[in-house]
């Protein structure tokens, strides 16, 4: 399967602990974005890179989080100091250069905070 | 503040009866439009997309979406559902000055019964 993977599938973390996510794009697209769905929610921008430059961030829920995109192919994103309201589904999406490329998203990690 | 809406939250049909999902915007100007789907336990998946040109867009699996500017809807259609439609469908947006991040509505869960 060449789609975009993201590891884990689920974590569950203690409210203080800090996370990290994986996502892995599909291998000849050069953006990737992130976006964080809640229960009964359309998902929400969070930030997106084009190659290893991260063009958008203002979207960054708080300044504990965090992406990287170090070699312009997976990224990771990072939450400091989880809290409760953290918990959500975490997507990934990948697409080629190009107004008109579609996104194309990954399984998503979930996330409890307890 | 500029959204997109989708009226619907829940809908139940029975197979064979027609589908019209609403969604509207309110961002002025140039916009691209989609409608994702997500069938249970997979992925979000491009069901269709318009960026310019016929108003009428035609999608996978039978399903269109016209794009009506003077009513900022772009609201979608299938003439006959099937048990295979059920889903959580998703509108988005980008408008034109938005780089590639998509704006979603909060979902329609369509339920269809067999």
């Known amino acids: 399967d060449t789609g975009v993977s993201q590891d884990p599938r689920h974590k569950i973390t203690k409210r203080g602990q800090n996370v990290t996510f994986r996502c892995d794009p599909i291998?000849?697209?050069?953006?990737l974005y992130w976006y964080r769905q809640t229960l009964g929610q359309g998902p929400e921008f969070l930030t997106y890179?084009?190659?290893?430059?991260?063009?958008?961030k203002s979207r960054l829920l708080s300044d504990r989080f965090s992406a990287e995109r170090p070699k312009g192919s997976f990224s990771t994103l990072e939450i400091q100091r989880t809290e409760q309201g953290d918990s959500a589904m975490y997507l990934c999406?990948?697409?080629?250069?190009?107004?008109?490329?579609?996104?194309?998203f990954g399984p998503g990690t979930r996330l409890t905070v307890t | 503040a500029q959204s997109v809406s989708q009226h619907n939250h829940h809908v139940i049909l029975s197979e064979a009866a027609s589908l019209e999902l609403g969604c509207n915007y309110s961002?002025?100007?140039?916009?691209?439009l989609f409608w994702y789907v997500q069938y249970p336990g997979q992925h979000l998946q491009l069901l269709l997309k318009?960026?310019?040109?016929?108003?009428l867009v035609k999608g996978i699996k039978g399903f269109e979406a016209e794009f009506i500017k003077s009513k900022f809807s772009f609201n979608l259609r299938k003439p006959s559902v099937q048990w295979s439609d059920t889903a959580e469908y998703f509108c988005?947006?980008?408008?034109?000055?938005?780089?590639?991040?998509?704006?979603f509505g909060g979902g329609t869960r369509l339920m269809v019964k067999p």
């Open positions: 999406a990948s697409s080629a250069t190009g107004a008109t490329a579609e996104q194309y």
């Open positions: 291998s000849e697209h050069n953006r």
């Open positions: 890179f084009q190659n290893e430059a991260q063009l958008e």
């Open positions: 961002y002025g100007g140039t916009v691209n």
């Open positions: 318009y960026f310019s040109g016929d108003p």
């Open positions: 988005a947006v980008i408008p034109n000055n938005a780089g590639n991040m998509l704006t």
